[in-house]
């Protein structure tokens, strides 16, 4: 049993085209992540999720837009896709209360590349 | 100055040491701690978390708090080739804010 999923595990696309991500967790968790990674390894957060509420919003151009329909589910939608976007997209999940809270899973992870 | 800073790398060991990595945080709101080790191409992994003051050990890991310090380490005793990673500092506040350090890369030679 896969606990956090992403889809696709690799994107190959071109610049200013409009991609999504998915990410599921069936860790029965609340709180769900994005996170960027680039080339020189620097884990990012970009939004975090808690019972499909948005409480975390980095400062990240507001052509990615993420979107959690229920709580095990948190996708993220990109428009008009740069260079620069190029990286690995990590999704994570954790729990916000109890002795191991904030403990963060990782999917997978989403190697995006813009040409 | 970082939100969470590591001992710059890449860290070297030879088969059987310890391995010590070191992390400062800035934000005294920080409540939570936590390791995680990321192998090359492959997301990181949960190996410790840590939430107050002391120590505490998990095997061969050993997790060392220090909040009037800000201070959080990890000890890896008797380093096994298998512990080469990259090693990831995160800190959390309570209202969910994860904060992560740029990571140490360790390798364990034999």
């Known amino acids: 049993d896969t606990a956090v999923s992403q889809t696709p595990k690799y994107l190959v696309t071109q610049m200013g085209n409009d991609k999504s991500i998915k990410c599921e967790q069936n860790l029965g968790h609340d709180t769900m992540y994005w996170y960027k990674q680039d080339s020189k390894k620097f884990l990012k957060i970009m939004f975090s999720?808690?019972?499909?509420?948005?409480?975390i919003n980095e400062t990240v151009p507001n052509r990615f837009s993420p979107k959690s329909p229920d709580k095990a589910h948190l996708n993220l939608h990109i428009n008009s896709l740069e260079l620069g976007d190029s990286a690995v997209y990590f999704c994570a999940s954790s729990s916000s209360s109890g002795g191991a809270s904030y403990e963060q899973y990782f999917g997978p992870g989403t190697r995006l590349t813009v040409t | 100055q970082k939100e969470v800073e590591q001992n710059s790398g890449p860290l070297s060991v030879p088969e059987g040491a310890i391995a010590s990595l070191n992390c400062t945080y800035s934000d005294r709101g920080s409540q939570s701690f936590f390791w995680y080790r990321q192998y090359s191409g492959k997301s990181p992994e949960l190996i410790m978390s840590i939430y107050s003051n002391g120590d505490k050990e998990d095997g061969r890991f050993t997790a060392q708090l220090n909040k009037a310090s800000q201070y959080v380490s990890l000890l890896i005793r008797d380093s096994q080739p298998s512990d080469s990673a990259t090693y990831l500092c995160a800190a959390n506040t309570n209202a969910g804010k994860s904060t992560f350090g740029d990571g140490t890369t360790l390798t364990v030679k034999p």
């Open positions: 999720y808690n019972n499909k509420e948005l409480i």
